[in-house]
């Protein structure tokens, strides 16, 4: 079940994946189709587990199911936005556009179904919007159910959130325009984002000829995040191809404290190194401020290595945010151990709760895939030795 209006988590809303710079739908959509065509497999969207009690084998989960006010007549045709003047801030591109209040939740959504917004609901507008469906998909009267399930294993994978950098006050994210976080330039470089994938200043929608990373945003840090999300560097790599790419004369420095690259990962780091346009500068970002005439950033940071400072002007900056476990501020109803991070403590949570993904540790797709993989064999060992 997935509180979203649509599957495939926080990987639905990236423009490409490294190392291999694919887009994320390829794999999504294989997965997709296997579980269209599964009938055992029952999928709960805009679903929340509110409470679970009993033992492996026989736990009780009360299911909250938030309504969509759009049935499964729904053809996607677009009408019911059509016949809506309303808009909202649209959540998949991170609120940095509009989207009108009957909205797809994006092109490739799984399941391909519009959502009402409850404001839309209890408008005026809500009938006309009703009335343009040709489906008679529009149900207005839905509302909050629970649905009381009996399950004889539990996996709980409700990943991670982006750290909330507003509260880096030297970073200036939230106040300065052209300061934004690695999981919105991901939205910008996507060609369904709210630029059709054209990387521009939020500020005033020029090419921006300078671009900076800053590294640990947050990460590392024993007043935000102690821990390191393994991926930022990786991250921040991958975004700076997409910058190079649209814009070949664009110089980008991604500013760190140490670069993270397991494994095979480390050929990627070498084949961005290779681009001259992209400069790696070892170094600790201590301020950003923004110069109010232009918008363009002053970036202040001390060469780790020649221990001197260094102020130096950017069109855009781009924090590169860890990952912080949805388990720390939303725990899983029934008691399970957690690490000092928040982070479930193991795979085996409790009899019967298994825990993957990013719920348990920080980590790249594949290796949430295989933790998932591995997860569901083992609830099906649950279920099968009773
Ligand atoms: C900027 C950035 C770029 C990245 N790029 C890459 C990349 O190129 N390649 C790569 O390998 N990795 C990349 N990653 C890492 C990748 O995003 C994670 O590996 C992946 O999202 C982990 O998947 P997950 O299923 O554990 O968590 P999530 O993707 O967070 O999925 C968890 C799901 O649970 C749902 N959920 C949460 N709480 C509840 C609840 N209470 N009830 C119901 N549902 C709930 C959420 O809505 C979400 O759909 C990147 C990360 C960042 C920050």
Not at 153 to 181: F, H, M, Q
Not at 281 to 307: P, S
Not at 337 to 346: I, K, R
Not at 371 to 380: E, N, Q, R, S, V
């Amino acid at each position: 079940m997935e509180r979203q209006p649509y599957l495939g988590g926080r990987v639905a809303q990236l423009h490409q994946y490294f190392p291999k710079l694919c887009p994320p739908y390829c794999g999504l959509e294989i997965n997709f189709r296997r579980m269209k065509i599964s009938p055992k497999l029952h999928v709960l969207t805009q679903a929340e587990v509110e409470s679970v009690s009993g033992e492996e084998g026989n736990f009780d989960v009360a299911i909250k199911l938030s309504p969509r006010y759009v049935n499964e007549k729904c053809t996607a045709c677009g009408k019911c936005a059509e016949a809506c003047s309303m808009e909202i801030d649209n959540p998949f591109n991170y609120n940095m556009d509009k989207v009108k209040a009957a909205y797809l939740p994006h092109d490739m959504a799984f399941p391909l179904r519009f959502i009402l917004d409850p404001a839309l609901v209890k408008s005026g507008e809500a009938q006309k919007v009703k009335e343009a469906c040709p489906y008679d998909a529009i149900d207005l009267d839905m509302s909050t159910k629970t649905l009381d399930l009996k399950v004889g294993t539990i996996v709980w994978a409700t990943g991670w959130k982006p750290y909330d950098v507003t509260r880096l006050d030297s970073y200036g994210s939230g106040k300065y325009p052209n300061v934004i976080t690695n999981v919105m330039m991901e939205r910008l470089a996507a060609p369904n984002g709210p630029t059709q994938g054209k990387i521009l200043r939020p500020s005033d929608g020029k090419a921006p000829e300078t671009v900076a990373f800053v590294q640990c945003a947050g990460s590392r840090d024993e007043n935000h995040l102690p821990f390191c999300s393994t991926i930022c560097c990786l991250a921040s790599m991958k975004q700076s191809t997409y910058v190079r790419e649209q814009y070949p004369d664009a110089k980008v420095y991604i500013f760190y404290i140490d670069i993270r690259a397991m494994d095979r990962l480390e050929d990627f780091y070498r084949m961005v190194k290779e681009d001259p346009g992209t400069i790696f500068f070892k170094g600790k970002v201590a301020k950003i401020e923004q110069d109010n005439a232009t918008k363009n950033l002053m970036v202040r940071v001390e060469d780790t290595n020649t221990a001197s400072l260094h102020e130096m002007s950017f069109d855009l900056v781009v924090l590169a945010t860890g990952m912080q476990p949805a388990t720390s501020d939303e725990p899983v109803p029934i008691s399970v151990p957690y690490d000092d991070y928040g982070f479930v403590a193991s795979m085996h949570a409790a009899p019967g709760i298994c825990a993957a993904g990013c719920t348990r540790t920080p980590a790249g797709v594949s290796e949430s895939v295989q933790d998932g993989t591995a997860a569901a064999l083992k609830a099906i060992q649950s279920v099968a030795r009773r």
